[in-house]
């Protein structure tokens, strides 16, 4: 069983800027592909972006370059930094990884004026 904890969520102005974290409890973190999903209200949850553990990397078309997934290993955490954030980036963020689908319980980021 891993526990991944999401942080850095929170209100941002359109074009600003966030930092989300994702703390897993394992010291085997090394060993996860790490995923980023997002869920708006009543929209189904969609893939952001991944890293997997040899750090080869993949983004969602929708994310055009704004996004950057990064993990640093010696801190079990993963991080997805969004710059030029959009109004339609507000949703819940999750973190998940594999093996295993382990699901974080998300961290709300809601991007208004």
């Known amino acids: 069983q891993v526990q991944l904890e999401e942080s850095g969520g929170g209100l941002v102005q359109p074009g600003g800027s966030l930092r989300l974290s994702c703390k897993a409890s394992?010291?085997?973190?090394?060993?996860?592909?790490v995923h980023w999903y997002r869920q708006a209200p009543g929209r189904q949850r969609d893939y952001v972006a991944r890293i997997d553990r040899d750090s080869n990397i993949e983004y969602a078309d929708f994310v055009g370059g704004r996004f950057t997934i990064s993990r640093d290993n010696a801190k079990s955490t993963a991080y997805l930094q969004m710059n030029n954030m959009k109004p339609e980036d507000t949703a819940v963020y999750y973190c998940y990884v594999q093996p295993g689908g382990f699901w974080g319980r998300g961290t709300q980021v809601t991007v208004s004026s």
């Open positions: 394992t010291k085997m973190f090394s060993m996860y592909a």
